[in-house]
């Protein structure tokens, strides 16, 4: 890793980020030194600190399993012991998305994770805990073999109604495309009948109302990859929406389009949108579908609507950019620096459609060719 590159999080010129890395690295060893003996009862263990140190029992009990766990990612250990990015909660959830991995495959989990993890560009933007889980997964369902679908845990197969106020509140869990599905079903509804979201639901379980539902699906001709508003999905998943596909785009001539137009093609949006997957302010989890389509360089200062010039911003962080609050430039290969305050922080693109994730796809089964001809 050439020291030219660094996260916003582990500039070596900043106060506050060598404070954290600092107080990650002592946190890191802190854990490792509550580490009970094999012998000892787990209990009791994680409640004498709970005791004396009012940490949640639920985050000891990760944080004791993830410094046990890091003696089988020595990449990933050396990593985060040098550069300080990571702290517990991204630790515990790289070790929770790995802890069923068999332990063959555990070398090619952990580098394949230190490399993710490695910062490519100056003030590069940290993965969130979220998208970490997520290329985890992406990375599960690539190398291992496929699994049984489990069964859902008995609390997710019921739904309940607890009544409160005037009405009656209506919970379920189901598969997060399910939900995109639904969603958007509820929100075409609400907009056509000129209904309350709650009130689209209702006609649609008690009335004849129909409506037609259009998702976006990246991917191959023949592979939907990931669901807009759905996330990655599985391979189960991915067998089933390949059956719903009704029309192809070719995304590739979309990504250098321009239009003399203000408002972006629809297709454009679509590449945007697939292109981010969320809003592009560092630490902003709004998902692309429910962001705004913002122009980088402003419309009426001459920037173009083309997709190097485009990115998806929440509400709040849209307005932020028009008070001038918030500056940005755009970069090469959909990259946005963005300058907060006079704190420049490099946010780098993690949707389907970016150069990241299509890097990572070809190099991962190039490293898989080396390691099966070996």
């Not at 660094?6 to 980020?17: C, E, F, H």
């Amino acid at each position: 890793m050439s020291e030219m590159f660094y996260y916003g999080v582990t500039n070596p010129s900043d106060p506050l980020s060598c404070e954290i890395t600092h107080r990650n690295r002592k946190e890191l060893r802190f854990w490792h030194a509550q580490l009970p003996d094999d012998d000892e009862d787990l209990a009791t263990s994680i409640l004498k600190i709970n005791l004396r140190t009012g940490v949640p029992r639920k985050f000891i009990a990760a944080s004791l399993f993830t410094v046990r766990f890091l003696k089988k990612l020595p990449f990933l250990s050396a990593l985060a012991d040098k550069l300080g990015h990571l702290d517990m909660p991204r630790l515990n959830t790289i070790t929770r998305a790995l802890c069923k991995v068999p332990s063959q495959f555990l070398e090619l989990f952990d580098e394949q994770l230190a490399a993710y993890l490695t910062p490519t560009r100056q003030n590069q933007v940290l993965p969130q805990p979220a998208s970490i889980a997520a290329m985890s997964r992406r990375l599960k369902d690539k190398l291992l073999p496929p699994e049984p679908e489990e069964e859902p845990a008995s609390q997710h197969t019921t739904v309940s109604f607890s009544k409160g106020g005037k009405g009656v509140r209506l919970s379920a869990w189901i598969p997060e495309d399910q939900a995109a599905l639904i969603d958007v079903a509820i929100k075409q509804v609400a907009k056509t009948q000129d209904l309350l979201p709650s009130q689209a639901l209702s006609e649609l379980l008690m009335s004849n109302i129909t409506t037609e539902v259009t998702l976006h699906a990246y991917g191959s001709a023949t592979k939907p990859e990931y669901l807009q508003n759905g996330g990655w999905l599985t391979p189960q998943q991915i067998d089933y929406w390949k059956t719903k596909v009704t029309m192809h785009c070719d995304m590739d001539g979309i990504a250098c389009a321009e239009t003399s137009s203000y408002s972006p093609t629809y297709e454009m949006k679509a590449f945007v949108r697939g292109r981010d997957s969320e809003c592009r302010v560092p630490g902003c989890t709004v998902k692309a579908v429910n962001c705004q389509i913002d122009h980088i360089i402003p419309f009426d200062r001459g920037g173009p609507t083309t997709p190097w010039n485009l990115q998806c911003l929440c509400v709040f962080h849209h307005n932020m950019k028009t008070d001038g609050r918030l500056d940005a430039v755009p970069l090469p290969d959909g990259d946005v620096l963005f300058v907060i305050d006079g704190l420049p922080f490099r946010s780098v693109p993690d949707g389907p459609l970016s150069r990241s994730n299509q890097t990572w796809g070809t190099k991962f089964g190039d490293y898989m060719d080396r390691k099966v001809a070996a």
